[in-house]
């Protein structure tokens, strides 16, 4: 018998942390207090205007639209658009090959840990 899901699998943030300091002996709320940290500088960086790549995992990209003004065919007035930014993410090769379960880069998803065992 085929069951279907009819909710999308999907794990928070708050899940992630649990199992992360679960698996290394830590408290809790220590690691999400790491990954709250991790996150803000992230963003940080991405509205100061930098690239952040995070290797072999995924690449973030700020793109700025400058700002412009146009008249509108409808009522005639001029607007002034503020400038934006968007955010392009590129998935690494190591996401990749290791969701097609080829594992050929999973030791390689960080830079300050490649080649090193996972401490399963």
């Given at each position: 018998m085929v069951v279907e899901r009819k909710?999308?699998?999907?794990?928070?943030?708050?899940?992630?942390a649990r199992v992360v300091a679960s698996r290394l002996g830590l408290d809790v709320k220590t690691v999400e207090a790491i990954v709250e940290f991790e996150q803000r500088t992230t963003m940080?960086?991405?509205?100061?205007?930098?690239?952040?790549?995070?290797?072999?995992?995924?690449?973030?990209?700020?793109?700025?639209?400058?700002?412009?003004?146009?008249?509108s065919g409808?009522?005639?007035?001029?607007y002034d658009v503020p400038s934006t930014t968007r955010i392009s993410?590129?998935?690494?090769?190591?996401?990749?090959?290791?969701?097609?379960?080829?594992?050929?880069?999973?030791?390689?998803?960080?830079r300050f840990v490649a080649n090193k065992k996972n401490p399963d």
């Open positions: 909710k999308e699998l999907s794990v928070d943030q708050k899940t992630v940080e960086f991405i509205k100061r205007g930098y690239r952040v790549v995070k290797k072999n995992y995924m690449t973030l990209i700020p793109k700025t639209k400058p700002e412009y003004s146009f008249t409808i009522d005639g007035k001029m993410v590129r998935i690494g090769e190591g996401f990749k090959s290791f969701v097609r379960e080829n594992n050929s880069m999973a030791d390689k998803l960080c």
